[in-house]
């Protein structure tokens, strides 16, 4: 089975903390992507990326970077957190040859940014 | 810009009753992708089924299948034989080939006993 594992699944940081979400997968997959998750909002695309060290901007990119190191690691970062930026964040993989295929999911990290 | 469009933002079910969640899109591409995900509560949302669109015959997984009506931009889940289980959120997804999946909003399904 293929697994995507968010090293936190509850997170609390403070206004202006510089915050890191960590994502691993383990199937040797090309693509990986981040969501912001709000109720009513459904899910929003933040960053992805096709390959190592690419990445592109999604919808709503704007207070998140992004880096991709290794092919199995994506990681989020939060440059300066705000409270508007409690929410779920969903971590995704997908093999090619499309970005459009299935993608598979992590548990999900919950931050509260007080 | 394509869209995504679940109007029922929650819905309800007996068990071992039948139910259909609605899904519509907005695109102008003749070929692409559609999908439902399953998010149970405090878990990892999952592919429920895919879509291609130049497939004509509906999919089908199980107790789940589709009605995909290609002219209408219509893709509705349904799921047969209701069980505790199927109580989730449930997105509705799109993507024309290369880019990104575009997400609904969702719709919380209830099961009641």
């Known amino acids: 089975d293929v697994k995507v594992t968010q090293s936190s699944r509850y997170l609390v940081k403070r206004t202006g903390e510089k915050v890191f979400l960590e994502c691993v997968q383990d199937?040797?997959?090309?693509?990986m992507f981040w969501y912001r998750q709000d109720p009513g909002l459904g899910l929003r695309l933040i960053y992805f990326?096709?390959?190592?060290?690419?990445?592109e901007k999604g919808d709503i990119p704007e207070g998140y970077s992004v880096s991709r190191e290794k092919k199995e690691r994506f990681s989020l970062i939060l440059e300066s957190a705000s409270t508007n930026q409690t929410s779920m964040y969903l971590c995704?993989?997908?093999?090619?040859?499309?970005?459009?295929?299935?993608?598979?999911f992590g548990a999900g990290t919950r931050l509260s940014v007080l | 810009a394509q869209t995504v469009t679940q109007s029922q933002p929650e819905m309800s079910v007996q068990e071992a009753e039948t139910v259909t969640l609605s899904c519509t899109y907005d695109?102008?591409?003749?070929?692409?992708?559609l999908f439902w995900y399953k998010q149970p509560p405090s878990r990892q949302m999952i592919l429920v089924i895919r879509?291609?669109?130049?497939?004509?015959q509906n999919a089908t997984e199980n107790r789940f299948s589709v009605n995909f009506q290609k002219a209408a931009k219509s893709f509705s889940l349904k799921i047969s034989d209701s069980q505790l289980g199927d109580a989730a959120m449930y997105f509705c997804?799109?993507?024309?080939?290369?880019?990104?999946?575009?997400f609904g909003k969702g719709t919380r399904l209830s099961v009641i006993a």
């Open positions: 995704a993989s997908s093999p090619q040859p499309s970005i459009s295929f299935i993608q598979y």
């Open positions: 879509q291609e669109a130049y497939k004509q």
């Open positions: 199937m040797d997959h090309e693509n």
């Open positions: 695109t102008s591409e003749s070929d692409y992708y």
């Open positions: 997804a799109y993507s024309p080939g290369n880019t990104p999946l575009v």
């Open positions: 990326s096709y390959d190592v060290k690419m990445k």
